[in-house]
């Protein structure tokens, strides 16, 4: 069966310092992966969505970036952290219109 | 541009009761997807019913179903025999080009 990976759970960061974060999923191949942020008490704004390996779309200008290194492998990433990017940050996957799976999510201070 | 429209932002019931959660939406496209998901306060984000827009039949998951209304543009979601366990954030959301739209959400309280 297909697993969704992610993590850390949480995370406070200062502002200014970079961030990481890993999501990885099992069990099935050529997966489109997304990175979604929700603030608190409302709704998912996409961040970046990939159909491949090294292929990244980005829906909204930001201070975050988004890799593909590996199929099954998607990483959401900044070089420096600002308070606004503060958030829960949630990875997902989809195998055409089947529905999406999501992670557990990361709930990201930045302080 | 598709849009998602959830005009309930907070619903309360009694336990057992059952409530529906009204979704609309807007595209010119024939063919998409429609979703439900539910989030409890533990923010992990779970597919609670799906429909493919071109099946008439409204899609069922045990006390949960849908009254879609293609013209209508209306995809609601009916709760039967509510649990304390459904008191969650709903989303609705379209699926087009690879990407999910989604509603703003509807908190959900099941009171006992």
């Known amino acids: 069966s297909q697993t969704i990976h992610q993590w850390p759970a949480t995370l406070v960061q200062p502002v200014g310092s970079p961030l990481s974060l890993e999501c990885t999923v099992e069990?099935?191949?050529?997966?489109?992966l997304y990175w979604y942020r929700q603030a608190a008490g409302r709704g998912l704004q996409l961040l970046f969505y990939?159909?491949?390996?090294?292929?990244i779309s980005s829906e909204v200008p930001q201070n975050l970036s988004a890799s593909r290194p590996q199929d099954r492998q998607f990483i959401l990433s900044s070089k420096k952290l600002l308070l606004s990017d503060s958030g829960f940050y949630l990875c997902?996957?989809?195998?055409?219109?089947?529905?999406?799976?999501f992670g557990s999510g990361t709930r990201l201070t930045v302080v | 541009a598709q849009t998602v429209t959830q005009s309930q932002p907070e619903m309360s019931v009694q336990e057992a009761e059952t409530v529906t959660l009204s979704c609309t939406y807007d595209?010119?496209?024939?063919?998409?997807?429609l979703f439900w998901y539910k989030q409890p306060p533990s923010r992990q984000m779970i597919l609670v019913i799906r429909?493919?827009?071109?099946k008439q039949q409204n899609a069922t998951e045990n006390r949960f179903s849908v009254n879609f209304q293609k013209a209508a543009k209306s995809f609601s979601l009916k709760i039967s025999d509510s649990q304390l366990g459904d008191t969650a954030m709903y989303f609705c959301?379209?699926?087009?080009?690879?990407?999910?739209?989604w509603g703003a959400g509807t908190k959900l309280i099941i009171k006992p």
């Open positions: 959301a379209f699926y087009s080009n690879y990407q999910l739209i």
């Open positions: 595209t010119s496209e024939n063919n998409y997807y």
């Open positions: 429909q493919e827009a071109y």
């Open positions: 069990g099935t191949s050529n997966p489109n």
């Open positions: 990939s159909v491949g390996i090294g292929q």
């Open positions: 997902a996957w989809s195998a055409a219109n089947y529905g999406y799976t």
